[in-house]
């Protein structure tokens, strides 16, 4: 604890790492001449889950429960109804925190139960691009993740950008399925500064906060997730490469390199508020 400007047990947000400032920064930041925010008007809430940059897989499960049911700051009274409708996980789970084959399935089961429960799981692909198969590691690995890559200025994937297939657990899975910015991404940083960061946790957030613009554009489409992930995938820009990755051509979509393609903010409210009016028309 006494090398760790948070300590270890704390009882509000604490950032020991300035990662978590960044990718918040990208979901919800707004301060004047730093719109930096995809839904500045969100609510948020954190549950940290990791210790300078470092996790286990029973800090990462501690927090999918969390999420489930937030409990007060005596971590009593676990409430379902103060749940978020979205989470973004912009870390991984490899063998030196602990995860592999024997419990991927517990991490799994986890995130599984949340889809269940309305909650959209972003997760950040991973930054050991740019061969095939290299989403290896969870939460991406897993169907139930909605799992980012990572795009240049130019619409092109960054080259640290994990690709899939998944084979680590012999599923063979099509990942990522989508992608968004991810370089030189401008938020915020530690004590009320701004800087630029890269990496497929600087993309997840960006998806987080158009599942956040989508459920404003259409409330009813909050606990959707099936649904709200679709409105994503439907609505991204196709982007194809000569990559190929498990007999699937690049020019496939999706494909394992963008999977559907790169998030359009714009086309997705567009769309989520299209289907609000098409719903009252039908009444």
């Known amino acids: ?41 969100a609510q948020w809430c954190g549950c940290r889950n990791m210790e300078r940059g470092w996790g286990t897989p029973f800090t990462y499960l501690e927090c999918f429960q969390w999420f489930l049911a937030p409990t007060d700051l005596n971590n009593n009274n676990p409430d379902p109804s103060m749940s978020p409708h979205v989470i973004t996980n912009s870390w991984a789970c490899p063998v030196i925190e602990g995860c592999d084959s024997s419990n991927f399935e517990v991490m799994n089961q986890a995130i599984r139960h949340l889809k269940l429960a309305g909650i959209v799981v972003v997760v950040s692909a991973g930054n050991d691009g740019g061969d095939c198969s290299t989403i290896s590691t969870p939460a991406a690995i897993y169907d ?41 991404i401008r938020s915020s940083l530690l004590n009320g500064t701004y800087g630029n960061l890269g990496g497929t946790s600087m993309a997840g957030p960006h998806v987080a906060g158009v599942v956040a613009l989508v459920i404003s554009a259409n409330p009813a489409l909050a606990g959707q997730v099936d649904t709200i992930e679709a409105i994503i995938e439907r609505t991204a820009v196709p982007l194809i490469t000569d990559q190929e990755c498990d007999s699937i051509s690049g020019n496939t979509i999706p494909n394992h390199t963008y999977g559907y393609g790169r998030i359009d903010a714009l086309a997705a409210v567009r769309e989520a508020m299209a289907k609000s009016s098409s719903s009252t028309n039908n009444i």
Do not use: W, Y
Request: hydrophobic fraction near 30%.
């Open 1 to 41: 604890p006494s090398l760790n400007p948070c300590g270890l047990q704390v009882d509000e947000p604490c950032d020991d790492h300035r990662h978590g400032t960044h990718t918040m920064g990208t979901m919800v930041g707004l301060a004047d001449g730093e719109e930096i925010g995809v839904a500045p008007g």
């Open 144 to 184: 139930e993740s909605f799992t980012v890559g990572a795009t240049s200025e130019s619409d092109t994937i960054a080259g640290f950008s994990s690709r899939g297939p998944v084979l680590v657990d012999g599923s063979g899975r099509l990942k990522p399925d989508v992608v968004a910015p991810g370089v030189r």
